[in-house]
């Protein structure tokens, strides 16, 4: 039974477009259940400037009160050297670097090009001199929501020049979900034959519909590392009203159902994604929370024993 | 280029369970909108008992008055002999037959146990006597949510009968969303090898997220035929607050990305179930009404401009 291995987002990622801040007590508790439910890497935290992200400005709290779990990954981002010198200090399991491969995209989002990030990335890459594992999340790998297309080429120019850099793993992250499971197949075989020294990542929005069924083609071309986020939080802000993150819990639960080992104790973190609308405050777009799993059993109604005599 | 083909069943399995009337005349209107986005086939109406689903008691009038567009199927829902003398006169171009795999979900649904469904449905066959083609559509295919496990050989076993009787096609319903892709596979392939001669129609629900998955699983192992509901209306009474059918938009934009050929009007088909939340009155779980296709994109901030400077 092949292993998949999951990194729930929903602490980083998810929290920090959402519009009330999420007490740090709460974000404790949760990293810790998520511990406890067996993922095998969580995104715990940014160390991004607290004015530009003040949902996370708590970062240095979270990560010291956290109970580590041996065996979970605690990653957090880091923007540049300022983030790393925090994440030392904080003790990450993993340093997560992001950029766009998109130029508009990077720059309506980190304000600088793709260069100016690259080489920014390159020196924090350098001052943490291999003393932890680094990864780095590609945005927008399979389109950018202003440019377009963007070719499988430039994706991988930017993979290569990473892993020159001596990267661990780099994450391929479909932003704004515009990826198709033949797209996906298509990126997943690649890479896999180009870098068989990389620890490759799958990072993929539900915006259309279409986040399982990528999931579902990069599984069968041999990917084993994946993102999700609890209760599928986590946006696009080009698609209001749309979802976002896969759901971590409707992604385990189908591979679990196809027989994938996930490492997940799926009764847990179903109940932990019941309880994370009570978190944010409002509904999220996970579906299994709400349907329960395939194997749940429902009584027949009344009349059927009658019936049946 | 494959040819993908799509039976849109909002008009019958989504307008059944919704809890306003919906005007006759909204219904013709979007029957014939629906043979102007390129539909294959239409699932007008059920020629069921009005008193038994009141949302469907115009159906002779439905039936009569759609604008019937030369290429496309006009299907409807026969459950007896009484159906099929109004099916006939209504001239539906397809009579839909329906039964459940499980007992349980049967007596549940039907009122009656499966062997008398069969021999009721049998009758029907008989009367019909070939004049016009029959799809039968066997419910709670992939698991029931009463039952559990639905025995891969129990459905083949029906299939067989049904088609030992005749009748052109058969659909195989995921009816409350537990099928998995891997048990998509295995059935697509084995029921593909087994009834070379008959139509196979695969019927998916979103329940748990699996939907376009399991739709992908399917047009792997070959399949080209498949049910799906404009704005993914249409839903299981076990699932509160739960996704229904497979949206038609959703899985036919996902595969228009993939190079499937639907021969759809997309554009047509996004405009139309942007209208959908009107005519029902409420929020409907299709995703790219919301989002946008894969391809429209938005424009960049202002500051980006400046930055590129």
């Known amino acids: ?34 511990s406890q439910c067996g993922f095998a890497k969580i995104e715990v935290t940014s160390f991004t400037s607290p004015k530009a992200i003040p949902m996370l400005r708590d970062a240095e709290e979270v990560m010291g009160k956290i109970k580590r779990v041996p065996g979970v990954e605690y990653t957090v981002l880091v923007p540049n050297l300022r983030g790393a010198e925090r994440a030392f200090e904080s003790r990450a399991d993993e340093f997560n670097l992001v950029m766009s491969t998109s130029e508009t995209h990077n720059l309506a989002n980190l304000r600088m090009g793709r260069e100016k990030s690259f080489f920014g990335l390159a020196k924090v890459i350098q001052y ?26 430039v994706v991988e120019d930017y993979v290569q020049r990473f892993a020159d850099l001596g990267v661990r793993g780099v994450t391929i992250c479909d932003t ?42 990069a599984v ?35 591979l679990d159902e196809m027989g994938y080992d996930t490492g997940i104790n799926i009764p847990r973190l179903l109940q932990l994604a019941r309880e994370l609308p009570m978190i944010v405050r409002h509904d999220v777009p996970g579906q299994i929370a709400k349907a329960g799993l395939s194997c749940d059993l429902h009584p027949a109604p009344a009349y059927v024993d009658d019936l049946r005599k």
Request: glycine share 10%; net charge negative.
């Open 176 to 217: 704004t979900g515009m990826a198709n499971p033949a797209q996906v197949s298509k990126m997943a075989e690649s890479l896999q034959k180009r870098f068989t020294n990389l620890q490759l990542t799958l990072h993929f929005h539900n915006t259309r519909g279409m986040g399982l069924a990528n999931l579902l083609a």
């Open 128 to 153: 943490v001199d291999g003393k932890v594992p680094i990864n780095v999340s590609l945005s927008t790998a399979f389109g950018c929501p202003m440019e377009g297309d963007v070719p499988q080429e």
């Open 1 to 34: 039974m092949s292993r998949i291995y999951f990194n729930d987002v929903v602490c980083r990622d998810g929290f920090q477009i959402e519009p009330n801040f999420i007490p740090t007590e709460d974000k404790i508790k949760l990293v810790d259940e998520l």
């Open 220 to 254: 069968q071309s041999g990917i084993t590392r994946f993102d999700g986020s609890l209760g599928g939080l986590g946006g696009c802000p080009y698609a209001p009203g749309a979802s976002g993150n896969i759901s971590s819990e409707d992604a385990i639960h189908m």
